[in-house]
T-cell receptor, first 113, second 115 residues
């Protein structure tokens, strides 16, 4: 069964550094999402992406964040200048159509030191 | 915006007993309510979902009920087994609202099934 994949599984970075988290959605899916979960807290929506543009973003998704679908398979989340409070598990999700289930990747644990 | 509350935060049951996990939501326009199960170190997996035009849905040992008037929905697991031990997340969404349909999650509950 096809699955959403994410790399790396764990990323450690220094505060102020840029990080790129990578996701490969399920191949025929059209809608893409990033969520994050700070340890012990809720899974929070960051951004949704469709037809090569952002369709909605949360207040968390400020100018430090950007997303890109650089080719037909990858979907990336970039944090330009990481802060300590960006430490979290970041989940990518995708779905095929407007009425379909979102399938989640295994997550990338980002640790900012 | 939507707010989803989930309670209790932890639940421990004896194997074979039933477990009930409750969630409330705030936005009456939400019309889709999935439940995800997350085992330690693994991705959230959809286990059951319900749409607002249905009051109850069942899949083997798992059922979900929805009360639109009270804006709450519940997950029921019968004949619990140790492999049911995991974190369970409820979520709410507005399906059919275009390209978004973002999920708003509850905080999650850790279910422990004692053998």
């Amino acid at each position: 069964e096809p699955e959403v994949t994410q790399t790396p599984s764990h990323q450690v970075t220094q505060m102020g550094q840029e990080v790129i988290l990578r996701c490969v959605p399920i191949s025929n899916h059209l809608y893409f999402y990033w969520y994050r979960q700070i340890l012990g807290q809720k899974v929070e929506f960051l951004v949704s992406f469709y037809n090569n543009e952002i369709s909605e973003k949360s207040e968390i998704f400020d100018d430090q964040f950007s997303v890109e679908r650089p080719d037909g398979s990858n979907f990336t989340l970039k944090i330009r200048s990481t802060k300590l409070e960006d430490s979290a598990m970041y989940f990518c999700a995708s779905r095929f159509g407007a009425a379909d289930t979102q399938y989640f990747g295994p997550g990338t644990r980002l640790t900012v030191l | 915006g939507e707010n989803v509350e989930q309670h209790p935060s932890t639940l421990s049951v004896q194997e074979g007993d039933s477990a009930v996990i409750k969630c409330t939501y705030s936005d009456s326009a939400s019309n889709y309510f999935p439940w995800y199960k997350q085992e330690l170190g693994k991705r959230p997996q959809l286990i059951i979902d319900i749409r607002s035009n249905v009051g109850e849905k069942k899949d083997q040992r798992i059922a979900v009920t929805l009360n639109k008037t009270a804006k709450h929905f519940s997950l029921h697991i019968t004949e619990t087994q140790p492999e049911d031990s995991a974190v369970y997340f409820c979520a709410a969404s507005k399906r059919g609202s275009g390209a978004n349909s973002k999920l708003t999650f509850g905080k999650g509950i850790t279910l422990s099934v004692r053998p």
